[in-house]
């Protein structure tokens, strides 16, 4: 029997925050044997303190479109020696599901997944959590940083008030406001109908950005058409889901997931 599944995992993150923060479960995923990566977004290959610093002026990143970002992770995919199992984290899941949706991953891992055009996210909380990114009446040459009220509302609220500040010292950094626009444009679309390689979306209870109800209708908008396509809601969950205590138990599970559901499907086709 061949290779039931990909060994390699690609990693993507969200908006507003480093590509360090998937340095843990880098860590985590390479002692179970699987080769990881977690490539940052265009312009955003430095320490979060150095990118803070060239906020608003930083140009290139502020023009940085979500068609350039697409292709981007899909060219790094492309080049890997074998198709990887794709895991992302908000903006970084509907990344995920684009590369899914273009058959460039082996299994894909949507965690509180921002939902492609199609489902419209219409929930106050994901609203009032992320309004402020797509910068409206303001200059889109100048970059956007999330202040630390909107980080302690979008990504930590629940949190004692000192992780709440360490954790938006560490890890928080400008965003692009034409890549936030770009997820209500047809470059974010995807083909809810198309058979696809297995999918599994993760959610939690607390998250504002991502709230479970949003989450949802982003899972049930594919259509049952054989392919594996999996929910789970974790109780406990704000959007830092990746920092936090329990990130292992969430890492556990995709783990699993990927033993008991991916390599079964892959193995059922070999």
Request: charged letters at 20%.
């Amino acid at each position: 029997m061949k290779n039931a599944t990909s060994k390699t995992v690609v990693f993507i993150t969200g908006a507003f925050v480093s590509h360090t923060c998937w340095d843990e479960w880098r860590t985590y995923f390479e002692s179970k044997g699987y080769t990881t990566f977690a490539p940052p977004w265009p312009y955003k290959d430095a320490p979060a303190v150095e990118l803070r610093a060239r906020q608003p002026n930083d140009k290139q990143l502020a023009l940085l479109t979500l068609g350039e970002l697409v292709d981007h992770y899909a060219d790094f995919i492309q080049a890997l020696p074998e198709k990887p199992i794709v895991i992302g984290h908000s903006y970084g899941g509907m990344l995920t599901q684009i590369m899914v949706n273009r058959d460039l991953a082996a299994a894909g891992v949507a965690i509180h997944s921002i939902p492609p055009l199609g489902v419209f996210p219409y929930e106050f909380s994901f609203l009032k959590a992320g309004w402020k990114s797509l910068g409206i009446f303001t200059d889109l040459e100048e970059t956007y940083l999330m202040s630390f009220e909107d980080w302690q509302y979008a990504f930590v609220n629940g949190m004692p008030l000192e992780e709440q500040q360490a954790s938006y010292e560490k890890y928080i950094i400008p965003e692009s406001k034409t890549v936030a626009r770009g997820a209500l444009t047809n470059v974010s679309k995807v083909d809810y109908a198309k058979p696809h390689a297995p999918l599994l979306f993760t959610a939690g209870d607390l998250d504002h950005i991502t709230p479970a109800h949003l989450n949802i209708r982003n899972f049930r908008a594919y259509e049952f058409n054989g392919s594996v396509l999996d929910y789970k809601l974790f109780s406990g969950r704000n959007h830092y889901v990746l920092g936090l205590p329990t990130w292992q138990e969430d890492a556990d599970f995709i783990l699993d997931w990927i033993d008991t559901k991916v390599m079964v499907k892959k193995a059922a086709s070999v």
